[in-house]
């Protein structure tokens, strides 16, 4: 794909936003509450996706072999991910910190259905609350990228999310909802927090680009009664998708507003997330957060320490970034061949591609195929790194 349709960071790079808004799992892990840590925990799954928000470009793909490392003392926690398969494409992350560990491997699945691109992010996220022993596990909501022919490009998210805790059984269940004809729905986020008997214990309802609240359920359900709702709050009003249909109850040409945030204003609600507004130049550049624009940051106390495969070293991004965009196309084009060359020179050999940081192994919590954090990276032993760039 032509650079000009790229933004200049990895999806490595796109990966660690995730965990812009760790400090939410922070104040999971500083509760004795297990509704409470779900409530958390669950506001912090949703999230993770706030920063897709009008980001249409494309993110490089990731070199096979290459790593990020972010290292983010000021809030608490370190991260590194690794491209540990090119076919099929499957990037894996650790994140860690006192209170918490956190892992995932990332294989999307992209679908054409003519006016848009829907892209499926297989795979499953693992946290664990050290302080409490508890291991939480979630996916990702199905993105959608409309007007890729022709039109203003525009973004959201849909499906349920289904937030288990392992230990106590609590389930949140959230429906991302489609936007809707005339964008009604659009960024809409509800759902529940259940007990293991199934039974209601929390309502979670915002938008998924701009707040999360809770509130007790009979003060929801009432509140919605008496707006006269006609029962749109319930969980059984699961979004319609592209991939089950191959076509959607949308219009592409939507939405009529920008930012939706759904807040009810209920007295007794609690705001348990609340978006940081992005910089005004956002627009300027690649629509990024304040975090996303720090995420290529090279600092010459950085050169030191970071492996030759981290993102920060390769030039088409870099190169990029700077406005070079011929330059970038001659570099990505030179960096996929070098990639090709290596395969080949694998295949000559019969050998096969074995990651360095990651182990492909059973998650012990689902029982699943997944991809393990080994843990030697932080050794910083860098001579079993590839050469890739």
């Known amino acids: 794909m032509p650079v000009v349709f790229n933004e200049p960071l990895s999806f490595l790079q796109r990966i660690s936003e995730y965990m812009e808004y760790g400090y939410l799992l922070e104040k999971a892990s500083l509760t004795d509450d297990p509704l409470e840590r779900m409530t958390y925990v669950s506001a912090f799954a949703v999230s993770a996706v706030s920063s897709n928000l009008e980001r249409i470009g494309k993110p490089f793909n990731p070199l096979l072999g290459e790593t990020y490392e972010l290292d983010r003392p000021d809030l608490g926690f370190k991260l590194m991910a690794e491209q540990v398969s090119h076919h099929p494409p499957i990037s894996a992350f650790h994140a860690e910190s006192e209170y918490f560990k956190i892992n995932g491997s990332i294989h999307p699945k992209l679908k054409f259905w003519g006016k848009s691109v829907e892209i499926n992010p297989k795979g499953i996220i693992t946290l664990e609350l050290t302080k ?14 409309h007007n890729v022919i022709v039109g203003k490009l525009w973004v959201e998210h849909y499906g349920i999310m289904e937030v288990l805790n392992h230990k106590t059984n609590h389930k949140c269940v959230l429906n991302f909802k489609q936007a809707g004809w005339f964008g009604k729905d659009l960024h809409k986020v509800e759902g529940y927090i259940y007990n293991q008997n199934r039974e209601k214990l929390k309502t979670l309802y915002g938008s998924w680009v701009t707040d999360i609240y809770a509130v007790d359920v009979d003060t929801y359900e009432n509140f919605l009664k008496n707006h006269n709702s006609n029962g749109s709050h319930s969980q059984n009003n699961s979004a319609k998708t592209n991939g089950a249909t191959g ?103 019969k050998e096969e591609w074995v990651p360095v940081w990651f182990k492909c192994g059973t998650n012990p919590h689902t029982d699943k195929e997944d ?19």
């Open 132 to 145: 409490y022993g508890e291991v939480y596990t979630w996916s990702n909501v199905n993105c959608c990228v």
């Open 247 to 349: 076509n959607s109850d949308v219009s592409d040409d939507i939405p009529t507003k920008s930012l939706s945030s759904f807040d009810l204003r209920i007295p007794t609600q609690q705001v348990i997330w609340k978006a940081t507004p992005r910089p005004e130049n956002s627009t300027q550049y690649f629509c990024f957060t304040s975090f996303a624009m720090a995420l290529n940051e090279l600092r010459e106390d950085m050169c030191r320490h970071l492996p030759p495969s981290d993102s920060r070293f390769r030039p088409d991004i870099r190169l990029l970034e700077e406005g070079q965009i011929d330059a970038a196309a001659t570099e990505k084009n030179r960096l996929e061949e070098k990639q090709r060359a290596a395969r080949k020179d694998r295949k000559k050999k």
């Open 371 to 389: 991809w393990l954090f080994k843990g030697d990276y932080w050794d910083r032993t860098w001579s079993k790194c590839p050469d890739i760039f």
